[in-house]
């Protein structure tokens, strides 16, 4: 079968090549971005070089641009996002996650494609209550959650107008792994640099998702059974939940160090990011330290439920204190190595 796949290039977008590329799957990738030289394990050249594998350099904001890459296509694979929080307008935000959304569809109709998964967000739950499972109230609060489940919203309209048409949903918490500059390469870079400060208790639990996971999860749920409903939306996060004080632990270990015994009291911690926070109101600057990072690290109960996809027969295969440390390893042999030349920002662009 051939994919279309869009934002290919991104982060998850290299894994799910390389996996449904050694499921023997066809690939079409539509992206901003080409696809860089060693990004996640991939080699361009091979890629380049793969007959089964067509890059379209493009905006997914283009009807034509969508039309053309999804040519002879028989499936949609949709993570191409805004999801930055900073440097990205509301307008923006509307665009990209909720636009492209119908562009999606009128493409997918105009060539008769029937099947589309989509990477939708945790964020659409906004700060519900734990326990935060399927059924959930949906109660997005940034212009990322909100628009997010704008495009849910579409792409349930577009499967339940035919009885045909299947959409499988999945909602994944925050996702790390090998090649990932991310918010779990900062811990780690933190902590190996002696820049990290424990904060407050560290019992608050922080829901992850190891990359390998969600892509195994993602391909058996999708294309391994057959979705048995117009629209179904799956949570993923990966179990048993970690607290902030278990994962940094796990990274100490993994690098080698001794865990600090002393931790800095939440309410002085803010008090200290109060001239970072000043400067960011003024500057608009995403700066490592401020109240918010501090508040969503340290005090922020981020927990999900991802039941719904166990009960249907999947079974992770990577612990979440071993993704931990292959992503340390990675950061060791590689990565800091990696970010020390750049990391760039994926920001579709303003449009006027």
């Not at 039309?67 to 499936?75: D, L, M, N």
């Not at 960011?280 to 700066?287: H, P, R």
Request: hydrophobic share 40%; charged share 25%; net charge negative.
């Amino acid at each position: 079968m051939r994919i279309l796949i869009t934002g290919g290039t991104g982060f998850i977008g290299c894994y799910f090549v390389n996996e449904l590329l050694s499921l023997g799957h066809s690939i079409n990738v539509l992206d901003l971005h080409p696809f860089e030289e060693g990004a996640h394990g991939i080699d361009p050249k091979t890629i380049v070089d793969d007959d089964r594998v067509r890059f379209f350099q493009g905006d997914v904001r283009d009807a034509e641009t969508v039309r053309e890459a999804i040519h002879e296509c028989q499936a949609v694979l949709h993570l191409a996002a805004a999801h930055h929080d900073f440097g990205i307008s509301e307008k923006t935000f509307d665009e990209v996650n909720i636009g492209a959304a119908q562009i999606l569809c009128d493409a997918m109709d105009a060539v008769g494609i029937k099947q589309i998964c989509f990477f939708s967000t945790v964020a659409v739950y906004g700060e519900t209550e734990p326990p935060v499972d399927e059924d959930a109230q949906l109660d997005a609060i940034s212009p990322y959650g909100k628009t997010k489940l704008g495009g849910e919203q579409i792409f349930q309209t577009w499967a339940e107008a035919d009885s045909s048409r299947r959409c499988l949903t999945i909602r994944p918490t925050v996702t790390f792994g090998v090649g990932n500059f991310a918010n779990m390469f900062t811990l780690i870079k933190q902590i190996e640099s002696g820049m990290f400060l424990p904060v407050g208790d560290g019992k608050n639990i922080k829901s992850l998702s190891y990359v390998e996971n969600i892509i195994d999860a993602t391909v058996r749920q999708w294309l391994d059974q057959p979705v048995d409903e117009p629209y179904k939306v799956y949570n993923y996060v990966c179990k048993p939940d970690l607290t902030s004080r278990e994962i940094a632990d796990i990274v100490y270990k993994a690098l080698g160090k001794k865990t600090p015994s002393f931790r800095v009291p939440y309410l002085l911690a803010r008090a200290l990011a109060l001239p970072m926070d000043l400067v960011i109101g003024v500057t608009g600057k995403n700066l490592p330290i401020s109240g918010a990072r501090i508040r969503k690290l340290a005090k922020a109960q981020t927990q999900y439920e991802s039941d719904r996809i166990r009960d249907d027969g999947y079974q992770q295969r990577v612990t979440l204190e071993e993704g931990i440390q292959r992503m340390v390893q990675w950061y060791l042999d590689r990565g800091k190595e990696e970010a020390k030349q750049g990391v760039k920002r994926r920001l579709p662009p303003e449009r006027s």
